[in-house]
């Protein structure tokens, strides 16, 4: 009898194997294009609202703007922090320009570059948050 009961333990399963349902190709999905049609909604009256006054402050009246300073030849337009205008004479070597334009662009870039306040850093060892030894081991502790 124990023989009957294990081969129907078995045949269960090959006959569970062939009597599988066949499956459905699987939908693919396709864009359709859209069908709605609005329907105008009602228009409802608009309360007309009275124009503001106009404003009874004049426009402000325009600055003119001031010209650039001149100066005579041998000489640079100086203007001072208060607004007050002048010149400063040029050195001689300046005054006669031999075709030196590439120096004194050099000599522009560096004045500018001394100029400009250095404030980038980068943190050292020292300075970085932290200790210098591993917390805990990399793996087994069960932390994230």
Do not use: C, Y
């Amino acid at each position: 009898m124990a023989e009957k009961k294990d081969e129907k333990k078995k045949a269960a399963p090959a006959a569970k194997r062939t009597a599988a349902k066949p499956t459905a190709p699987a939908k693919r999905a396709v864009p359709r294009p859209a069908k709605r049609v609005v329907a105008p909604a009602a228009e409802k009256p608009r309360e007309e609202r009275p124009a503001p006054a106009p404003a009874a402050a004049a426009p402000k009246p325009k600055k003119e703007p001031r010209p650039l300073p001149t100066a005579p030849a041998g000489e640079v337009p100086l203007i001072t922090g208060t607004g007050d205008v002048g010149s400063l004479p040029l050195p001689e070597w300046l005054r006669e320009g031999k075709g030196r334009a590439g120096v004194l662009f050099q000599a522009l870039e560096v004045a500018a570059s001394n100029a400009h306040l250095g404030t980038a850093a980068t943190k050292n060892r020292a300075r970085v948050k932290g200790g210098g030894a591993k917390p805990w081991r990399q793996k087994g502790t069960g932390r994230a």
